[in-house]
């Protein structure tokens, strides 16, 4: 049986799992991996527009690994539509570097997962083998990191070296042309950050359980002794 500070410790590392987990999912479901705002070039040209009136023309976007929207002005109003990256809008982008990102954060979760079951494991017995207690944790805290850490480098690739929010936005638009004047990364990819630095931070709590803390001494009562005097009497 593992002693008290090692269960706290433990135990505390396997609640920074569950939360990279939770960090991880919550970032592949949701639909903010990067925010924007687009211009629609086409009616500005058609109108000749003027630094006052190009408000009119101004939309928004946002997309994730799976979905997004967008609203876009050209003049008429308004008009907002769903962006879908499956099946189509993959091969527009460039699809195996998207499918990279989410295969990495599949395998992050993966070993988040498995990184969970050994402090569960470490919490409630001893191990017997070092891949089973810190050694372990650490390696499969490094990897899910890593793993994670990866996922996010090859969006910001994606992002900035192959135009992915302007493909995105002009996706099946024949008549007009949308120019991407302001993006950034929304908070689901900071989510995905986050989960990075979440076992970076689970590697120096599994380090504590090394630490030896000092064990509470309880003073024995002293005994009488009895003398010749005492037997005297």
């Not at 120096?204 to 030896?212: E, G, N, Q, Y």
Request: aromatic share 12%; proline share 3%.
């Amino acid at each position: 049986m593992p002693s008290l500070w090692k269960r706290i410790v433990f135990s505390f590392a396997s609640i920074l799992c569950i939360g990279s987990v939770a960090l991880l999912v919550v970032a592949l479901c949701t639909e903010r991996w990067i925010t924007g705002t687009i211009l629609c070039q086409t009616g500005v040209d058609l109108v000749n527009a003027s630094n006052p009136e190009l408000a009119q023309f101004t939309g928004e976007i946002y997309f994730g690994l799976f979905q997004g929207g967008k609203t876009r002005k050209c003049g008429l109003g308004s008009r907002r539509s769903k962006i879908f990256i499956f099946p189509k809008l993959v091969r527009k982008i460039n699809g195996g570097l998207h499918m990279i990102v989410i295969f990495f954060i599949f395998i992050a979760i993966g070993f988040a997962v498995v990184s969970l079951a050994f402090c569960i494991y470490n919490a409630r017995k001893v191990p017997y083998q070092s891949m089973k207690g810190p050694l372990g944790l650490y390696l499969w805290n490094l990897i899910a990191a890593l793993f994670g850490s990866l996922g996010f480098a090859c969006f910001i690739a994606s992002m900035r070296h192959h135009r992915l929010t302007e493909r995105v936005a002009n996706f099946q638009e024949n008549l007009f042309r949308l120019v991407v004047l302001e993006e950034h990364l929304g908070f689901s990819f900071w989510l995905c950050v986050a989960s990075a630095v979440t076992h970076g931070a689970n590697i120096l709590v599994v380090a504590s359980s090394k630490i030896h803390l000092p064990k509470i001494q309880t003073k024995k009562p002293e005994e009488p002794t009895v003398t010749g005097d005492d037997l005297l009497y």
